[in-house]
């Protein structure tokens, strides 16, 4: 079972911050005397599963692996967490991430790294790594992520699971701990795409708590589970096949997108010409909101405190020594870029970047049914390899983040493994509340 396979493989992936394992077993043994019983059971019944730490769970701690929200325990669920309880699983506790999600690599988390179970060396990518390793290892069956940038997806790549980003709106926000709330959205993380299209059907739908929810109605997601590519027009992008993507990559990828011609689908070459601009824009656009949204941990109202004589001088050392490096990086730069002198320079200027990006995808979904990419540039780097360059770790968002500027959904599936033996992502990104169409295409791959 998953919590023994905890105890075999959790020492050496580091997958989780805090693992609920009384309650766990307390709700399995629940649904075993239900079954016992013989009473019918739902899908997601007695099923484990790990929540990210930065989704609100009713009385179990809640970090963000932030220093800053140690001892946070949220007295409400988060509404995907509400959704998800309603059908009785077996929550196995939190799994760990960059600090507030600002990362691609799990490593800016503030307690530990997490390691990639395919080979220890390697990071599980970020920020949702915990999840996407603990899907990987066994040690979860599904597990939620949260994806700002590409923060499902890329660690879904780099793990071999499968992870989607729903349309912006899809899922409720509502008691996800806000990095960036006009790019945030919650998603799986699951074995196979079957997971991922019934968990969808469980957390997706609009609420009243979160006013930029979508109210589109929600399809049954099961229903796309189908193999059929026949006369798919998919648009490969060429803007998407970057400078510095790892040859491996692309030749994987490539060869994938060869197997759905095969199966009957039309390949169409297509262009999204502002996509060189999008990491510029998202890293001021993200920063920005999250200087905002993080303004709240203040040593008063949210967090802990540090105390000193006065106030001032409280919130200083409060700030300082309980967020991370990368944390406090990114508070200077979206302050600067909001800053009075600044603000039509860099923040306006990102904006009207988010536009003409949102703009390419709509003109390429007149010609095309899905677009394809890989996910990541690279497969999955060792640790400790990448982190002392910030901008490094940005460039590796090239193919994820573009998506999140357009509130378009997104999946990564895996489609192969590099000549070390790490896994390889190839992405499917949809037209907006269109999820059924990526659905379709990936549980055609798999
Ligand atoms: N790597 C990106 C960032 O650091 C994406 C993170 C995310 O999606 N949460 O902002």
Sequence with gaps: DVLKRIDEVEGDVKAYLTITRDEALAQAKAVDEKIAKGETISFLEGIPGAIKDNICTKGIKTTCASKILENFVPPYDATAMTKIKAQNPVILGKVNMD????GGSTENSAYHPTCNPWNTDCVPGGSSGGSAAS????????????????????????????????????????GLVAYASSLDQIGPVT?????????????????????????????????????????????????????????????????AIEKYKELGAEIVDISLP??????????????????????????????????????????????????????????????????????DAYYLKAMKVRTLVQQDYTEAFKKVDVIMAPTAPTPAFKIGEMISDPLQMYLQD?????????????????????????????????????????????????
């Design 99 to 102: 600090e507030f999600a600002m």
């Design 135 to 174: 899907v990987a290892a066994g040690t979860s069956i599904w597990a939620l992520g949260s994806d700002t940038g590409g923060s499902i997806r890329q660690p879904a790549s780099f793990c071999g699971v499968v992870g989607l980003k729903p349309t912006y709106g899809r899922v409720s926000r509502y």
């Design 191 to 255: 074995r196979d795409v079957t997971d991922c299209a019934n968990i969808l059907n469980i957390i997706c739908g609009h609420d009243e708590m979160d006013s930029t929810s979508s109210e589109a109605e929600v399809p049954d997601f099961t229903k796309a589970l189908v193999e059929d590519v026949k006369g798919l027009k998919i648009g490969l992008p060429k803007e998407y096949f970057v400078d510095g993507m790892d040859p491996e990559v692309e030749k994987t990828v490539r060869a």
């Design 274 to 343: 502002h996509t060189k601009y999008a990491i510029s824009a998202y890293y001021l656009i993200a920063p920005a909101e999250a200087a905002t949204n993080l303004q709240r941990y203040d040593g008063v109202s949210y967090g802990e405190r540090v105390e000193s004589d006065d106030l001032v001088g409280m919130m200083t050392k409060t700030r300082t020594e309980k967020f991370g490096e990368e944390v406090k990086r990114r508070i200077v730069i979206g302050n600067y870029a909001l800053s009075a002198g600044y603000y």
């Design 398 to 446: 090239a193919c994820t983040v573009p998506l999140n500027l357009a509130g378009l959904p997104g999946m990564s599936i895996p489609c192969g493994y590099s000549a070390s033996g790490m896994p390889i992502g190839l992405q499917i990104i949809g037209k907006a509340l269109d999820e059924e169409t990526i659905i379709r295409a990936a549980y055609t791959y798999e």
